[in-house]
């Protein structure tokens, strides 16, 4: 199976409920901050429903996203694929594979 890797646009995105379903507080963070962090999870979940499909399953309606301690994002009840979150300037990148896998989005500025 390969990997499956989705960009989202998340330019406007952010919605109240974020601090609400998120474990960890974020409000010192700014809307751009906190927009990032949701399209990348949005993205991270696309990706997922994307694999689902890929393997003839039901995409999921809910797709819970944590964090290890080390900072790797996981679906939960599905431990065993490999998830990678990237986020910039409005921009998400997500990737989920049954092996290893990372990804990373930035804004190219000039020097």
């Known amino acids: 199976m390969q990997a499956v890797i989705s960009i989202t646009n998340g330019t406007g995105l952010i919605e109240p409920e974020i601090q609400e379903n998120d474990s960890k507080p974020r409000h010192h963070l700014s809307d751009s901050a906190k927009n990032d962090f949701l399209v990348g999870r949005i993205a991270l979940e696309n990706a997922f429903n994307q694999y689902l499909s890929k ?55 000039p020097h």
């Open 55 to 109: 393997k003839n399953k039901h995409s999921l309606k809910k797709v819970v996203i944590n964090n290890y301690q080390s900072g790797q994002p996981y679906i939960d009840g599905y431990e065993t694929l490999h998830c990678s979150i990237s986020h910039s300037y409005g921009l998400g990148v997500g990737a989920v594979a049954p092996f290893r896998i990372g990804v990373d989005v930035e804004k190219i500025r």
